[in-house]
């Protein structure tokens, strides 16, 4: 174990590993380059599955901006959208001089034949050194000065790049999976094929991160040619869930959000929506609920419903779906702002019970089950919304119910007494089942829950709910494992935080795996997916980006595929890994998000 392999160990302690560096300097201590570092290929994130990289690469294209692109008439109305948007969006990628031994980029640099890799024009004859634009120097210098310690640069080209000059696109071709589809690049045409368009929306962004923006040529160069690709996600719920009641975040924001999730190939937005602290949702049947419940008391906290058309309208082109969260029974002070009389009355019981153990003390309080009104309200809210998202899904929250309040309400205690032998569980239950989750299937809607128990095998829940009903998981692996034993469907959350109350990194997000231990594979397919969570207690509009992508998006390759974990940037065996996550989030830039990067800003977004 030698000192040179601790150097590179300790790279994460920025002081110990400058104090060693600094000791190998004054010592002359020789360090060789760790053998296992090695760069990917293709840049791009989520990893596609299956990769056919060139046996006999033909050196990089063009890809004309002004390509003839043919779409089936299977693909919709959103896919010319997206091609146009791959076409015009403009980054220039940047990397530091290389600093490994040529090894550490074979994969990186396979683009080009060995016999053709150059370092200046006048290793290529006749020819010409296409370096690429992220790896020159200079104005005047193709390659840094590193280069000649390993492998050129550039790639020696004809005079004239060729160019590849079609893009052709079909939707309805058999035998691909829903989401999946296949990319096929050769020194002529891009061929995407897929059965449904939001296959080939997904082949879309692989391609978009796969060309790069040349200055110099003053077009798009794909590196890989001939290339083939073909794809689809290992988990069909790829979430994102932000928090829009605790911190109100402008409309633009979400749709940047939407625009990185269908980078990520992420496809559920879940927008909590509304919670205890205010009610932003503008309800065309209830507009004294925002009128009286947003921050704001006005329109510039309230979500109106063209705002929420507009941002449907954007999650449909992107083919993301927006799944609405109204969260009853619990989680709902702000409706008592403008309809008390659908609250428990516990409001003696809140201010004399001692500390509640809540982020927000409010949410120990309740709605009453035993008003008409409530009843009445939560199914039309439920129903209009219902009506106008484009999501299977709704999710109806069910989660934290605090049995004292309803506990500390004469009518109620009663009620549960006679009907349910002192048993809340059961009145929660029965209110979940017969209100809420009766309005979402009335409305076609798949519904979904927090899990809203501790006890997963507690005989109140086993049977209460639709078997196609989804449980969040958020108090721990043991309660996935036992709701997917008992056949219902699960989708992991609590490792997956990113505000501050759990995940702390993207590397973090990364490397956690989806599944839990003790499943057989038939109970695993129980576990539909993942969702990022960020929760509003510490985030504003400003932090969407940096939490929901920068952090977030790490998880969008555990969805996809089944993969390695990485130390992350702080070692070298991380490097590859921690690169093409950061060439992504460069590429998320394109589309405006506030989302940072995890190394270096290596990129510029015309």
């Given amino acids: ?66 390509a003839k692109v043919n779409i089936d008439s299977s693909c919709g109305p959103h896919i010319s959208g997206l091609v146009s948007e791959t076409l015009t969006m403009k980054t220039r990628f940047m990397q530091n001089p290389r600093t490994y031994q040529g090894s550490a980029y074979v994969a990186a640099d396979s683009y080009c034949p060995d016999a053709a890799k150059c370092s200046k024009d006048s290793d290529c004859g006749s020819g010409k050194c296409l370096a690429p634009d992220y790896l020159k120097w200079n104005s005047t210098m193709k390659c840094p000065p590193s280069v000649k310690y390993g492998h050129g640069c550039g790639c020696c080209t004809v005079a004239t790049t060729p160019v590849i000059s079609t893009i052709n696109i079909v939707c309805n071709k058999v035998g691909i999976a829903e989401e999946g589809y296949t990319l096929d690049i050769t020194s002529s045409a891009v061929s995407i094929a897929s059965s449904t368009p939001k296959g080939s929306a997904y082949a879309l962004t692989t391609l978009a991160q796969l060309i790069r923006w040349d200055t110099v040529q003053n077009d798009y160069i794909m590196n890989f040619v001939p290339l083939s690709i073909s794809d689809a996600p290992k988990f069909p719920y790829r979430g994102v869930m932000v928090d829009t009641s605790r911190h109100f975040i402008e409309v633009e924001e979400i749709l940047k959000t939407i625009d990185g999730m269908y980078a990520a190939k992420m496809n559920i937005f879940h927008w909590h929506i509304i919670d205890s602290p205010s009610f932003p949702y503008e309800s065309k049947k209830y507009p004294e609920l925002s009128r009286e419940g947003s921050w704001g008391g006005s329109n510039t906290t309230v979500y109106t419903q063209a705002a929420i058309a507009q941002i449907i309208a954007k999650a449909e082109s992107k083919f993301v779906e927006v799944m609405f969260e109204f969260d009853t029974p619990a989680h709902t002070m702000a409706f008592g702002k403008s309809h008390p009389e659908v609250m428990t009355d516990c409001w003696e019981w809140m201010a004399t019970s001692g500390y509640k153990v809540d982020v927000d003390s409010d949410d120990c309080q309740a709605i009453n089950p035993m008003a008409p009104a409530s009843k009445t309200i939560v199914t039309d809210l439920i129903v209009e919304a219902a009506s106008i998202t484009n999501s299977k899904y709704f999710h109806l929250g069910g989660d934290e119910v605090k049995f004292p309040c309803w506990d500390s309400d004469p009518a109620i205690k009663a009620h549960v007494q006679q009907f349910y032998n002192g048993n809340y569980e059961m009145l929660q239950a029965n209110w979940t089942a017969n209100v809420s989750v009766a309005a979402a299937t009335k409305m076609g809607k798949i519904p979904v829950l927090w899990q809203p128990t501790t006890n997963v095998n507690d005989p109140v829940w086993i049977n209460a709910l639709p078997s196609n009903t989804v449980y969040m998981i958020w108090l721990g692996p043991a309660a996935a494992i036992g709701y997917a034993k008992q056949s219902k469907n699960v989708v992991i959350t609590s490792p997956f935080y990113v505000d501050g109350m759990g995940s702390g990194s993207w590397n973090s997000v990364y490397n956690t795996a989806i599944i839990p231990d003790g499943l057989t594979p038939e109970q695993q397919k129980y576990v539909l997916g993942a969702s990022i969570c960020a929760w509003g207690e510490m985030m504003t509009t400003t932090k969407v980006g940096l939490l929901s992508l920068t952090i977030g998006a790490g998880i969008a390759e555990s969805l996809w595929a089944d993969h390695h974990t990485s130390p992350g940037p702080g070692s070298a065996t991380g490097l590859a890994t921690s690169s093409r996550y950061n060439h992504f989030l460069c590429h998320v830039q394109r589309y405006g998000s506030n989302s940072g990067q995890v190394m270096p800003s290596n990129c510029h977004v015309f």
């Fill in 1 to 66: 174990y030698s000192f040179c392999t601790l150097l590179h160990e300790n790279r994460k302690n920025m002081a110990l590993y400058r104090g060693m560096a600094l000791l190998a300097a004054v010592t002359s201590t020789a360090c060789s380059f760790p053998s296992d570092v090695q760069y990917d290929a293709l840049e791009v994130w989520p990893a596609p599955v299956n990769v056919t990289l060139p046996s006999s690469p033909l050196g990089p294209h063009v890809l004309a901006s002004t």
